[in-house]
Structures are given as C-alpha cells and as structure tokens.
C-alpha cells in the first residue's frame, strides 16, 4: 500500500489566523479523499469530503488536484476549538475484499488566545 | 447521525492475557467494520477488514492468530488479543461502513477507540 504524507507540525497559530494544511498521496489510483479531526485520545472524525472542484462548508476548504495528487486544507479565522490533529485520508481499493481508508500521520494545529 | 460504539475504552492487563475488544453499530447494519491500531504520534494502520458472516482480511503484518476477529452479526464485531504482550499496547478504533448512501461514498464512522496498556 502506498503512502499519505502530511507536514506533522505543529502549527501554532493565534485565533482569527488562516492556516492551511498540505497533503500528497502516491497512489494515482485512490478514489476518494478525506480529512478527519482527532482530538487528542479520541477517534477520528470526519471534517470533510474533498473534491476535485474544490468544496467549502463555513470557515473550511478542501481543494484536490488530482495530476499532483495533492490535497490541502484551509481554516480561516481560526478558534481556539480548531485545536487539533488534522488526518488526511485517502480511500483506496485494496486487492483483496474490502476497502480502506488510508491515513496520513495528522498535522498538529494549536490556536491561541 | 451514525453511531459506533466501542468497549471496553481502556484496558490495562497483564502480559499473557487475552482481551477481547467490541465494536457495535447501533442504528445501523453495517455489512464491512474495519479495525485500526494507532501508536502514539503515528497514523492509524488498518489491521483487518471484517465482513459479515466470512473471515477477516488481515493486512500484511498482521498476525491473525494474534488479532482474533469475529463479525458475526451486521452489527457487531469483536477483536480479541490473545496472549497480549507489552509490545501490544496500543490505540485500538473500530470502524463500520454503513449500507446505502455512506456506502457508496465511502464513509466510515469510527467507535471511540480501546486503549490497550499490557503490563
């Protein structure tokens, strides 16, 4: 299985800051792509779906290009409750039954006061 | 929303013993659950995918003598650890992928995760 690689951070920023997160894949083949929130000792949870048109839901947009097969992640006026560990996630197709959600090693973002 | 629940949260336990982890979805069948171990500062690295009613598919790695996986309900499977050793504690999630419209957009949501301390 391929990779997922993020920038681990941390990144320390002050609220109201716009912060953006990087990721690169290295399986041109993966379908579908994600990024998951984990705060600290507790699961993943999803933040959003990343599409090739690039998609907003309030302060947060994703953008995909798949010929660089790049991801990113972008907080604008960032909270103090934005603090947390960002998963990129890639979804791929396994050879064998199943699927899998592959995961990036997360990138650490602090907002402070 | 999707609910998968998860227990025991935390384990602690002495090396030898076997522990057996539950994964339940509760408001909905899900036909594939996954299984992840987490280490500290490292990625989720799937360990298994457990379909309904057949045997599990372990990553490579994964010893399936070790890691004991049973889905044999649409709603619940279980993870055993058997003669846990130090080297085994760790971060375990399960995840259940939904039928119907999560299914085909490849969502899984996730129970909140065991931590394993083996002494």
């Known amino acids: 299985r391929k990779e997922v690689e993020q920038d681990p951070g941390p990144f320390n920023v002050p609220e109201g800051a716009t912060v953006a997160f990087n990721c690169t894949y290295s399986?041109?083949?993966?379908?579908?792509f994600f990024w998951y929130r984990q705060d600290c000792r507790k699961e993943p949870k999803l933040l959003m779906s990343?599409?090739?048109s690039g998609n907003e839901d309030g302060r947060f947009t994703a953008q995909l290009n798949r010929a660089s097969q790049y991801i990113s992640l972008l907080i604008r006026d960032s909270k103090l409750s934005d603090s947390a560990t960002y998963l990129c996630?890639?979804?791929?197709?396994?050879?064998?039954?199943?699927?899998?959600?592959?995961f990036g090693k997360g990138t650490t973002l602090s907002v402070s006061s | 929303g999707a609910v998968v629940s998860q227990h025991p949260s935390w384990v602690i336990c002495k090396s030898g013993t076997s522990v057996k982890i539950e994964c339940r979805s509760l408001?909905?069948?899900?036909?594939?659950m996954f299984w992840y171990r987490q280490f500290p500062k490292q990625s989720l690295m799937l360990m298994a995918t457990?379909?309904?009613?057949?045997?599990?598919?372990?990553e490579q790695g994964v010893e399936k003598d070790k890691f004991l996986i049973n889905h044999a309900s649409l709603t619940l499977s279980t993870l055993t650890v058997t003669s846990a050793h130090p080297e085994d504690s760790s971060f375990y999630i399960c995840?259940?992928?939904?039928?119907?419209?999560?299914?085909?957009?490849?969502?899984?949501?996730f129970g909140a995760g065991t931590r394993l301390s083996v002494l």
């Open positions: 990343v599409y090739s």
């Open positions: 995840s259940a992928r939904p039928r119907g419209l999560a299914d085909a957009k490849n969502i899984q949501y």
């Open positions: 408001d909905f069948q899900a036909t594939t």
């Open positions: 996630v890639v979804y791929e197709i396994p050879n064998q039954a199943g699927t899998a959600l592959i």
């Open positions: 457990s379909n309904e009613g057949s045997k599990a598919t372990y």
């Open positions: 399986n041109s083949a993966s379908q579908s």
